[in-house]
């Protein structure tokens, strides 16, 4: 059980980043909070990683440089650079359900780059995650769909969850090296290729405030690097499907935070998330033995109530740690 809290602690920490993200980027560029924040995170990460498994960088073949490279390009750049981007445009609560459709977006790669097969429920899954966001889109106002003029930041947040797919799949084929080397080095490629556009774009320091250092810091601290050891220290004890699972909760995060801090939480966004997950939970879990009827039965029925986790591990394909 207590995996599963460091799980739902690491997915606190970047539901605060959409809350952080939002501040930082009333005062600086997305591409200063990007590099600012990786480069605190990459003198943190690199000495951490040195110390739990020392490396040789000669060691690393070329192709597994080109993945890293791969990551640092798309996973650390354009994935944060198009994520602070959203949130100079839209809401954090709207950017963590798009978020969410990070699955969407990798099953249709799945499809038609790697040749992998779909099922029906997952189509389904599809289009009930694909209406889920045209419904917090659109407030609601689905009739005024083919009218509408689209946020900015909404858009810029699907092309964030495209990012990360990629980014995903370029980390699937390292296998040399530990989870945490892997970050460290992709996050040191990322703002190596960040570094030589910094002189071109102004960096207002007279604007910043307090807030906005702040911001600055947990995004960093508690965003990158905390939520990164605890996501990766999870993954060695529970597998990669059912600890995706507890990403949806980012989103119900985000909107808890927001209210508790005076932001407003619309009934669209809370139908439209509800089924946005829903979606994503058909996509998610495998075709396999356990269907969620026997899945169901195989729990007992009197204290049904004290296995939530236990039902989505089961129901994700994955051992139950409770």
């Given at each position: 059980m207590?995996i ?7 997915n606190?920490?970047?539901a605060g ?6 501040i930082?980027a ?10 600012l924040r ?6 943190i990460l690199?000495p ?11 060691s690393i ?8 490279a791969a990551?640092?390009?798309?996973g650390?750049d ?6 602070y ?11 963590s359900?798009?978020?969410t459709l990070?699955p969407?977006?990798?099953m249709l790669?799945?499809?038609?780059a ?8 997952q189509?389904l899954?599809?289009?009930?995650a ?9 407030r609601?106002n689905?009739?005024q ?12 947040m699907l092309f964030?969850d495209?990012s ?7 980390g699937k ?5 530990p989870?945490?080397t892997?970050?460290?080095?992709s996050t040191?490629l990322?703002?190596a290729f960040l ?6 774009i102004?960096?207002?320091v007279?604007?910043?405030s307090?807030?906005g250092?702040l911001?600055?810091l947990?995004?960093?601290l ?6 990164f050891?605890?996501?990766?220290f999870?993954?060695q004890?529970v ?9 949806n ?7 808890a935070?927001t209210?508790?801090?005076g932001g407003?939480f619309y ?10 997950l829903?979606g994503?939970?058909c996509?998610s879990v495998?075709?396999?033995k356990y ?5 169901v039965?195989?729990?007992?029925a ?10 989505i591990t089961l129901?994700?394909?994955g051992?139950?740690?409770?």
């Amino acid at each position: 059980m207590w995996i599963w809290l460091l799980l739902m602690l690491c997915n606190l920490l970047w539901a605060g980043n959409f809350i952080s993200g939002k501040i930082a980027a009333g005062e600086f560029p997305p591409f200063w909070i990007s590099l600012l924040r990786w480069s605190i995170a990459a003198a943190i990460l690199l000495p951490l990683a040195f110390w739990a498994q020392p490396f040789r960088l000669r060691s690393i073949d070329r192709k597994t440089w080109f993945y890293l490279a791969a990551m640092g390009l798309f996973g650390i750049d354009l994935f944060t650079l198009f994520t602070y981007s959203a949130l100079q445009y839209s809401s954090p609560v709207n950017v963590s359900l798009i978020s969410t459709l990070t699955p969407v977006f990798a099953m249709l790669f799945a499809a038609f780059a790697l040749k992998t097969r779909i099922y029906r429920r997952q189509y389904l899954g599809l289009l009930l995650a694909v209406f889920g966001v045209a419904f917090i889109l659109t407030r609601g106002n689905l009739d005024q769909l083919g009218a509408m003029q689209f946020n900015r930041g909404d858009m810029l947040m699907l092309f964030a969850d495209m990012s990360w797919v990629f980014y995903t799949a370029a980390g699937k084929n390292i296998t040399t090296l530990p989870p945490i080397t892997t970050t460290a080095l992709s996050t040191l490629l990322g703002v190596a290729f960040l570094l030589p556009f910094a002189p071109l774009i102004p960096l207002p320091v007279e604007a910043v405030s307090r807030a906005g250092v702040l911001s600055i810091l947990y995004i960093s601290l508690g965003a990158s690097v905390c939520a990164f050891i605890l996501w990766n220290f999870a993954l060695q004890r529970v597998n990669l499907t059912a600890a995706s699972i507890s990403m949806n909760l980012i989103p119900l995060y985000t909107a808890a935070i927001t209210v508790l801090l005076g932001g407003t939480f619309y009934r669209a966004q809370l139908i439209g998330g509800l089924l946005v997950l829903l979606g994503i939970g058909c996509i998610s879990v495998p075709a396999g033995k356990y269907s969620w009827r026997t899945a169901v039965k195989m729990l007992p029925a009197r204290r049904l109530w004290v296995y939530p986790l236990r039902l989505i591990t089961l129901l994700a394909g994955g051992k139950s740690v409770g």
